[in-house]
């Protein structure tokens, strides 16, 4: 099973609605299956994620935030792990806005 404490992922590349950055920092929290992280940054005055890991390491989340306009957003997100040859994690996750427009995206974040 992969663990994600104490692991910290930026964003390698992302669809054009998303609002997150290559600026933002990603840290997960785990206590046993349940996934947590806060983070902010450029666009993104606050946000918080919350998830289920499964026993192949993969996260079923949910997503709020608030941007710099004040907007309140969320959104749904799976993420598959991927191990790579350094043995650091690479994520590729297809996501959902639950809020503005609905429209889906894909992201890649690698552990740093």
Not at 54 to 65: A, K, P
Not at 90 to 105: A, I, P, V
Request: charged share 20%; proline share 1%; glycine share 8%.
């Amino acid at each position: 099973m992969i663990h994600y404490t104490n692991k910290r992922f930026r964003l390698l590349s992302t669809s054009d609605n998303s609002e997150v950055s290559t600026a933002i920092i990603f840290k997960y929290q785990q206590e046993g299956n349940i996934l947590t992280c806060n983070y902010s940054g450029e666009q993104i005055l606050s946000g918080h994620l919350i998830g289920i890991i499964d026993s192949n390491g993969h996260i079923t989340m949910r997503y709020h935030q608030i941007n710099k306009n004040n907007e309140l957003r969320t959104g749904t997100c799976y993420s598959k792990p991927e191990i790579m040859a350094s043995g650091k994690i690479r994520l590729h996750e297809h996501w959902q806005w639950t809020s503005g427009d609905f429209s889906k995206g894909e992201s890649i974040l690698e552990e740093i």
